[in-house]
């Protein structure tokens, strides 16, 4: 009888079980537009240094974020809204943070042209004791995590002077000293001193100070009626440095003077060396110029020299002097165009020639000038990298970019030549006495003390060129992995494997042990300390691992000598590994495209993750597709691939439309979580919970046909998904966006395998595109078109034929597709009248087009009503021709200028 009661129940069980899950599929919905205010992403991570708290951030597309403050092995400690920037002290005692108003208050204080300003918070965490400080502009833990500085907002943001209350709080003893006035702040390396700096009404008071944190004693190190700027710490913390000075009347620049000390230790039992160097006593400063406040100081490591700026005085122009005309005067012998300069001209206010100052001799170094505007500078060694570019800048007809390098000795001033018409800098090692390029694949190595050149890749065997790499300028290798604890070891990366270089020796080796060519698994070092500069090669090395054509990554370890050991290698996108800096706790994000990228938590074996966030739960109440990758070769014999997503519901025995989205390549975003969120992309999860296949496929460029290149490609790509038996070959869409927006406008002149197109700031006629400019930065668009993104590899005037055929304007006429573009008219990157001469091509050619121009929106839509709209938009139109769905108004007649208002995307007109 027992049994036969556990029998029926345990089959009532398996039933209702059935059910459920059967009810639960039939409950579950496609997505809209409407459900995407519920999507939230994570920010504001972190985990303590011992690795118990995590905080994180849920913020949907609609409202206010809130932060959790978690034990990783128990339960929410405290929530907040709009928690940010968030800080744990080193002890891991304490959690501080920002806390913006509501979305709701914010949106008043806004309209009432209020400023919006935050409150900090500092929490206990054992205790769940909150002290909250208001109007707060930023702060900062003491290393001994005793103290924490809290600089409050001004009263008066319209003053002419900086400085505001400044509260230094014992968090043990609950005892805070204000400091009224305070511009800038600073502890030392040991978190045992405070610096300061008071800029008040009337320069009263103004000074560099010193706080002693044992009994807040405070010293004032130098005062005066100037301002006081860029204060900073050597590396040893025992010596500080801040530029002081005044405007005199009539000039631009303010006059400064480098003061500096030494012996400044806790307690101040010993003398403080006070020092300063003023240009008036130096006879080699060069004349009519400033030490430059815009210009950071910077120490060496060893304490001897301050890196500075340098700029030319300038005398007030007076009203009565000021040319009256408003007129930019554009010459062929500019180095930067007008419109460059007029968008830098900011920075070039600014601007400022780096130098050095040795503080023994106090001898002044000038390494930057108007021939040599870029110089790299070691703090770890008395060299520094000149790359001069006189003899490149002005020639129009070459890449950007060319120098020739110098070596200097920051101490003489002495240079050398290295290298002449270098296009691929490399960068200084971390100790200062190597400097790296490239010329054709080879990584060059010179030594500073040697003064020689040594070709480091000829020692492997083996070529470092990166051979996919299809811009028409000199390739690239691969890059630097990085460099060895004691300096003599410098690690490369090849495409998939890692390898050691000896700088004294010609040993070599293959620190992947071919493991990563053999398998496609590209393999890069981690670095889970964020203040290390260097590897130490007799400890485990992390690395992260992705498969080039599976997908699939995660991070393996290495040790020297030895095969790399697998840690977590997944079908999932895995990144943005954390470690907690004092304990075996890692954190890091795992997603799919049907997995939201949640947070988890492991040690460094990788053992038993745990999952820590859940921010979007609700999507299991919605229809998901899945993804499959697609292989396929192009025309041109290129084995490609395309990442396709299946609609939810997938039968195998149905044909589904699809939408085609691309841009370069994009099958790594195979595992990419496709989030709901606003903007003017088509996602992928939206149309695939909609009954769509969306193919996303790789495109590789020949020079000279970016377009052809792309038809090739996404046809093949298309082509093959239908082969497959997924897609109904007569219900294809296409979409791409700015380079994709070039791509599908030049697609959709030469072929009518689509059956509706919509293209999203696109580029549509190269030779004009070439000689405008790029609204956003200034510069001109022909290096963009001829070396860079449009590959074309010459200007218009060398092959214009080749320009024309690659334009899409030019095959206007051959267009048989509906199309649809997006274009804002504030676009500072493919501008308008690009979309427009389409447009007018189009239209006067009797195509059927429509461009939906947005006011005053840049080249990506901004304003979140702009963005919904066009989410609307876009879909009606594939659901119109895809589909055979009701027409809108806007697609069917069109929508008067008067009318614009009152007809938006809902009004719909079915189709006679």
Known sequence: ?????????????????????????????PLTLKDYAQWKSINNTAISPDGVWMTYAYKPNEGDAKLYIRRL??????????????S?????NWLAFLVDPTKKMADKLKASKKPILSDLQIVHLDTNVVSVVKTVKSFKFSKTSKFIAVHKQPNNTKADYKGSDLLLKDLESNKTLNIGNVSAYAFNKEGTLLSYLIDAEDDYGNGLYVVDLNDFRIRPLHTGSYTYSQMTWNKETNQIAVLFGGKKKGNVERDNTVYWTSNLISGMTTPIVHNQYSVTEDADFPKNMVISEYSKLTWNKEGTQLLHGVKAQQTELKKADEQKANVDVWHWKDERVQSRQIVQAGRDRKSNFKAVLNLENKTFIQLENEDMPSVNYSENSLWAIGKLDTLYRKNVGIPGGYTDLYSINTQTGKKELIAEKVYRYMGMSPNGEWVLFSKEGDVIGYNFEQGKLSNLTAKTGISFINEDYDKPVEKPTYGVAGWSKDGNTLILNHEYDLWTIALNSDEVVNLTQGIGNDENIRFRLIQLDPEAKTFDLMEPLLLS???????????????????????????????????????DKLIYKAQSFEDFPDYWLTDLSFKKPKKITNANPQQSKYKWGKRILVDYTDE?????????????DYDSNKKYPMIVYFYEKMSHMHHLYSMPKYDDRPHASTYASNGYLVLMPDIVFDVGMPGSSALDDVTSAAKEVVKLGYADPDKIGLQGHSWGGYESSFIVTQTDMFAAVVTGAPLTNLVSMYNIAYKSSGILNSPIIEWSQGRMGVSPWQNMELYLSQ????????????FLILHGTSDGAVDWNQGLEFYSAARRLGKEVILLSYPNEPHHLSKKDNQKDFQIRMKQYFDYYLKGDIAPIWMKEGVNHLDKKRLGPEILEKID
């Open 1 to 29: 009888m027992l049994f036969f009661l556990n029998h029926r129940f345990f089959s009532l069980f398996f039933w209702l079980f059935i059910f459920s899950q059967l009810n639960f599929g039939q409950q579950q919905k």
């Open 807 to 818: 334009s899409p304007l030019h095959h206007a006429h051959k267009i048989k597709t509906p």
């Open 73 to 86: 092995n128990g339960d929410t400690l405290r929530t907040v809204i709009n928690g940010k920037e968030v």
């Open 636 to 648: 041109r014999g290129h084995a490609l691939q395309a990442t396709l997503a299946l609609p939810a």
């Open 88 to 92: 744990f002290s080193s002890d891991s």
């Open 545 to 583: 691992a992705y498969g080039d054509f599976t997908k699939k990554s995660g991070y393996y370890k290495v040790k020297f000598g030895e095969k790399p050991e697998m840690l977590c290698y997944e079908n999932k996108m895995i990144t943005g590994i954390t470690k907690a800096r004092k304990a």
